[in-house]
């Protein structure tokens, strides 16, 4: 939007790199000349990087509109001076995840380490499932490729390429192929996930000088980071494109359809692309004549990502059905296991009211009158 076009509607073109509460820090799409433009109407100077912390108008408050990080927004009434703005209106979105809370995602970055901690095959599949499921592109990167000798990262790649993906080995102690890296986040939009410890944040801090994140050591102990990104925020590349680093966490959901679970693999989708198993809702696991099911490495990994899928749905079933006859209850403490068991009738074992008693007496007076 040129300053010519802002003199006309008073609005402004920008992006939301992080919200705080009820504001919005917009940076906004102003190009050298147009900052020079706009310099000459305005004596006040603008902000650089052309920041402005943003309040989200009413009328969007009473539509619903949520504002997101990672959104496009217009802004209007900008104060230079104070680097305030309102937020007028949000153009519509290409893609948006609910977790984290991002709009306009082009790809997700993941990255992993191949030592300290180390390399565990299911949590990395884990992380992979899900980033399949939001249809986004997915990249892969295995951070401290140093502590390991170049046949292991040979057997390490061979063994990626076998579930769909080539890695990036890279090392941001060493500075090795970081700047590959870079290179595919250029012009886009990437949100950067993975367990703590694996270096996520000090990717950042090299890729972008400005970011200056805190960085956590690795506990010992439990050979696990420590989480130190504690909300959402997009950075700047200088080679153009944003980068969002999210909250770490260990676990992600596994709540997918359990029908669509079998496309987020990628050697399963190559089994699908030239068969067809014999039954259109086909699970993949018992079904006569399946075109899936069979000595794949992570045919494994998907029949326990299944059945938790199966375990969330029917969870969501119960929950939507106030009278269902079983609940989920969690086995053990800290270990994740559950399982169904009956519930006890809403309404037998519930004390009747006091209300309810006297309505019931003044009943039974009556009938005896």
């Not at 509460?21 to 310099?39: K, S, T």
């Not at 592109?137 to 000798?149: E, M, Q, R, T, Y």
Request: glycine residues 6%.
């Amino acid at each position: 939007m040129t300053g010519e076009n802002f003199a006309a509607t008073g609005q402004l073109l920008g992006t939301v790199v992080a919200v705080q509460a009820n504001f919005y820090r917009v940076h906004l799409d102003l190009e050298d000349g147009e900052m020079r433009e706009m310099r000459e109407q305005d004596p006040s100077h603008l902000p650089y990087p052309p920041l402005l912390l943003c309040t989200r108008r009413t009328r969007l408050k009473k539509i619903g509109q949520q504002v997101m990080v990672g959104d496009r927004v217009l802004v209007e009434e900008p104060d230079w001076a104070g680097g305030r703005g309102a937020i007028a209106d949000v153009l519509p979105r290409h893609s948006e995840l609910d977790r984290p809370a991002i709009a306009n995602v082009n790809q997700i970055l993941l990255v992993f380490a191949v030592a300290d901690p180390p390399l565990e095959p299911y949590q990395l599949s884990r992380f992979l499932i899900k980033a399949e499921s939001t249809d986004l592109d997915v990249l892969l990167c295995l951070n401290k490729s140093d502590l390991i000798s170049v046949k292991e990262q040979q057997q390490v790649s061979a063994r990626l390429l076998g579930w769909g993906y080539q890695p990036i080995f890279i090392s941001v102690k060493d500075g090795i192929n970081t700047e590959q890296a870079a290179r595919y986040l250029s012009n886009k939009i990437t949100v950067i996930a993975g367990p703590s410890g694996v270096g996520k944040s000090s990717l950042i801090n090299t890729l972008i000088d400005s970011a200056k994140l805190r960085v956590g050591e690795v506990s010992g102990k439990l050979a696990r980071g420590r989480h130190t990104t504690r909300h959402i925020e997009l950075f700047e590349l200088p080679s153009g494109g944003l980068l969002a680093d999210t909250p770490g966490f260990n676990q992600p959901d596994m709540d997918c359809i359990p029908e669509e679970l079998i496309h987020y693999f990628p050697e399963a989708r190559k089994r699908l692309a030239i068969a067809s198993c014999r039954f259109s809702d086909c699970l993949h696991r018992d079904e006569p004549e399946c075109a899936v099911r069979g000595d794949w490495e992570r045919y494994e990994h998907y029949l326990e990502f299944l059945d938790a899928a199966i375990a969330h749905q029917t969870q969501l079933h119960q929950q939507a059905d106030p009278e269902s006859t079983m609940k989920l209850k969690s086995k053990s403490k800290g270990k994740g296991q559950s399982q169904y068991e009956p519930k006890l009738e809403s309404k037998k074992y519930r004390r009747i009211s006091r209300k309810t008693q006297l309505q019931d007496l003044q009943e039974l007076y009556r009938d005896e009158e």
